[in-house]
């Protein structure tokens, strides 16, 4: 197995980074082929703007998905975009991993996403696809490839329950497995969830990393988050809502999207 893994954290000696450490070691021990994006060590670049469009002409207004999808066309994306995307068509999964901050991704992934997944390669939609109504949830060129989150939290596992103060952790994380990987065409996988890893010990690291071994020695079989497709007959066209009769009794917002 090919796998990618993109890794955002600012320190290598924290928890995170022993974690990656780890988990390369395991799975080449396993045979399977590894690599690395270091978000931070790399200084990546994490806000779009027009250096991104190598073909852009500066006295003209600046469209982004219309100058991402022109940039992918012409191969104009910049060398570390090409480089990132390039691991992305070699891998068989996808890791990403990082400690949720403020309830999402730490600001330097959030920009490896925004740059990397640009139109023409990540998605495709309207006049940029093939499909009227775009390559994407589901299909596109990353259909296929299995993609998981390996996240650090500093709270308890109830704070991140049904009932607790933070909401259900897979609401948070819906706009990044289903708004991001899902909606590439990425087979999105259940989360890895470590809580309380704030001075955390050597049991606490050496129980998270078993569980994250057996999970990932086993993700090529496992049964991923059933997310919905766009274009295969759940959805009405062109408003894109469920059809009516297809969700179970009482079942409202986020969880529509799931096929269970």
């Not at 779009?48 to 469209?63: G, I, M, T």
């Not at 999105?188 to 078993?210: C, L, V």
Request: contains cysteine.
């Amino acid at each position: 197995m090919k796998v990618f893994i993109v890794y955002a954290h600012p320190e290598s000696k924290s928890f995170n980074g022993s974690f990656l450490n780890a988990t390369v070691k395991h799975l080449e021990s396993r045979g399977n082929e590894v690599r690395v994006s270091d978000l931070y060590q790399e200084n990546f670049k994490a806000i779009v703007d027009a250096s991104d469009f190598l073909n852009h002409n500066p006295e003209e207004r600046l469209q982004v998905v219309t100058a991402s999808f022109l940039a992918n066309k012409e191969d104009k994306l910049t060398a570390d975009v090409k480089k990132a995307q390039e691991n992305l068509k070699w891998a068989d999964l996808v890791v990403l991993q990082f400690p949720l901050w403020w309830f999402s991704m730490p600001a330097i992934m959030k920009g490896w996403v925004e740059r990397v997944f640009s139109c023409g390669f990540g998605y495709g939609v309207g006049e940029h696809s093939d499909k009227r109504w775009g390559d994407r949830y589901g299909e596109g060129m990353l259909a296929g490839k299995r993609a998981i989150l390996a996240i650090t939290v500093g709270g308890w596992v109830s704070h991140y329950s049904a009932r607790g103060i933070n909401g259900p952790i897979e609401d948070l994380l819906f706009p990044i497995t289903h708004g991001v990987l899902n909606y590439i065409g990425m087979t999105a996988m259940p989360s890895h969830i470590t809580y309380r890893t704030d001075g955390a010990n050597e049991d606490k690291f050496g129980e998270t990393t078993h569980e994250w071994f057996q999970k990932l020695d086993t993700i090529e079989t496992a049964n991923p988050i059933p997310y919905r497709k766009q274009n295969f007959g759940d959805y009405e066209i062109p408003s894109l809502e469920l059809k009516a009769g297809l969700e179970k009794p009482g079942q409202l917002g986020f969880a529509l999207a799931r096929q269970e």
